[in-house]
């Protein structure tokens, strides 16, 4: 079971978007998936982010005062005529 494939799903068909904790709720009062089966996969939780991973390593970056002069450009102004 993964919460983001069902989340957009539910968006597709309803516009609704609904929080993990409620599409979980959703998911037990139905009876499509138990408490363990929650517990046990990584998949039914929202992303936390890499940091348990890489947890001893320094999470900073030096950016630029204009990075923005690194980033081609894609369509020059004659595209559209």
């Not at 983001?4 to 309803?14: D, G, K, P, Q, V």
């Not at 978007?17 to 929650?38: D, M, N, P, Y």
Request: one cysteine or more.
């Amino acid at each position: 079971m993964n919460l983001y494939y069902i989340r957009a799903a539910i968006r597709e068909n309803t516009g609704q978007v609904l929080t993990f904790a409620k599409i979980r709720q959703l998911l037990l009062e139905e009876g499509l998936i138990s408490q363990s089966e929650i517990d046990q996969n990584p998949m039914a939780k929202e992303f936390e982010g890499y940091g348990r991973y890489f947890y001893t390593e320094e999470c900073s970056v030096d950016v630029i005062p204009n990075p923005e002069i690194y980033v081609p450009e894609l369509l020059d102004e004659s595209f559209d005529d």
